[in-house]
């Protein structure tokens, strides 16, 4: 009896919700102050991605050409990525969805999926940065190789004396960043409208400070919270 109490507490308090912004908009930023507050699970289509291409998966090297020009990777390879991801059992408590969906083919197989598994979301969060500010934070961004931590070396440099091996992803070249913007515009931008239709999308500047942003984060969260 004592069990079934203790299951059904953990159960109310899942939250699912998707992340929705541009790159460099603070998202992985972000999920990390939402994952150590509400015990979800950050679920980052892009680090997913990143690591097959570190072990030399078939994903891996079929995904390198597209991420390296800053373009979408095919529909199909993320929609069946995602179908395995979503059995995974850490993510029962919940999760965010950082990067995924990106096109409105996504979105909808998405829908599918958790209407197959009895499931449903949550809400979408979209943060909301223009695009000459992201081309600023993107290009001065740069990730551990040690640890896969990002830095910025101006907003969120590495600590003085730091242990770290910094490195600037292909990706946020200057060239490629541009690219990415342009992508998510025509490809990821109509999603806003495809969540606002279902009354699932809630709005949050991005710009301004770290902690103050997370703050108006927590306001619309908590409206979630079960
Ligand atoms: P991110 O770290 O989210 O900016 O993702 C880096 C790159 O991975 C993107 O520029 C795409 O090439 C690829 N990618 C990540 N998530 C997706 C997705 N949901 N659909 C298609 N491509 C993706």
């Known amino acids: 009896m004592i069990v079934n109490v203790v299951e059904y507490t953990i159960r109310e308090l899942t939250m699912k919700i998707i992340?929705?912004?541009?790159?460099?908009?603070?998202?992985?930023?972000?999920?990390?102050?939402?994952?150590?507050?509400?015990g979800v699970v950050?679920?980052?289509?892009g680090d997913i991605l990143r690591a097959n291409r570190k072990a030399g998966t078939e994903l891996g090297r079929k995904?390198?050409?597209?991420?390296?020009k800053g373009e979408l990777v095919p529909d199909s390879l993320i929609i069946d990525?995602?179908?395995?991801?979503?059995?995974?059992?850490?993510?029962?408590?919940?999760?965010?969805?950082?990067?995924?969906?990106?096109?409105?083919?996504?979105?909808?197989?998405?829908?599918?999926?958790?209407?197959?598994?009895?499931?449903?979301?949550?809400?979408?969060?979209?943060?909301?940065?223009?695009?000459?500010?992201?081309?600023?934070r993107l290009t001065a961004r740069r990730v551990d190789r040690k640890t896969g931590k990002s830095y910025h070396l101006i907003f969120n440099p590495p600590p003085e004396g730091a242990d770290v091996d910094l490195y600037q992803r292909?990706?946020?070249?200057?060239?490629?960043?541009?690219?990415?913007l342009k992508v998510y515009e025509a490809q990821t931008f109509p999603l806003i409208e495809y969540y606002s239709a279902k009354n699932m999308a809630?709005?949050?500047?991005?710009?301004?400070?770290?902690?103050?942003?997370?703050?108006?984060?927590?306001?619309?969260l908590d409206k979630y919270k079960k």
């Open 63 to 68: 995904a390198q050409e597209y991420m390296d």
């Open 19 to 38: 992340f929705l912004g541009p790159p460099g908009a603070g998202k992985g930023t972000q999920s990390e102050f939402i994952c150590r507050d509400y």
């Open 170 to 180: 292909d990706d946020d070249k200057e060239e490629t960043v541009r690219n990415r």
């Open 202 to 220: 809630e709005r949050v500047n991005g710009l301004g400070k770290i902690d103050e942003i997370y703050g108006e984060i927590k306001k619309i």
């Open 81 to 136: 990525m995602i179908k395995e991801e979503l059995k995974k059992p850490e993510l029962a408590n919940g999760y965010i969805l950082d990067g995924f969906p990106r096109t409105v083919a996504q979105a909808e197989a998405l829908d599918k999926l958790l209407t197959e598994m009895s499931d449903k979301l949550d809400t979408t969060l979209v943060l909301e940065v223009d695009n000459e500010e992201l081309i600023k």
């Open 42 to 45: 950050q679920l980052s289509t």
